[in-house]
């Protein structure tokens, strides 16, 4: 059985994240947001959707990674919001020394590559129908 807390679920929007707090039900759940979505959506816009989760699903243990490749200043911008980890390019070193400092005073984990493409679930939330969503997911934790 694939362990969840080695997992991140990329997600579109609240279709995605309801399925999996559905799926694991009382677990750890690491949310990553669409590529690019720092620049394209923006960190408030994650935020919402996490902090509508929790709110959603109390007993779920909810995180989410925002994807900021493209723009460092949506890296700052999920920090302040509380987002708990942002996945950056690297840059010049000092820039990302200080960005990492940023983050851990923040509570907020700098992430310079994803993990290995077996520890990246893509939902598929931004065509599939629920009880789709929540079969699959079910089906790949099941391996």
Known sequence: MMSDNHLLIRIHGMAG???ACR????GKIKFLSPENAGIALGAQWFATILTNLRKAFPTCDIHGTLD???????ALAAMETGIDAVLIDAGSHDLMAQIESLGAKSGCTVMRALPATEHVYETGDDYLPAPELDRRLAAFLAR
């Open 17 to 19: 994240g309801q399925s």
């Open 68 to 74: 900021c490749r493209g723009r460092l200043s949506s």
């Open 23 to 26: 799926v694991i039900e009382n």
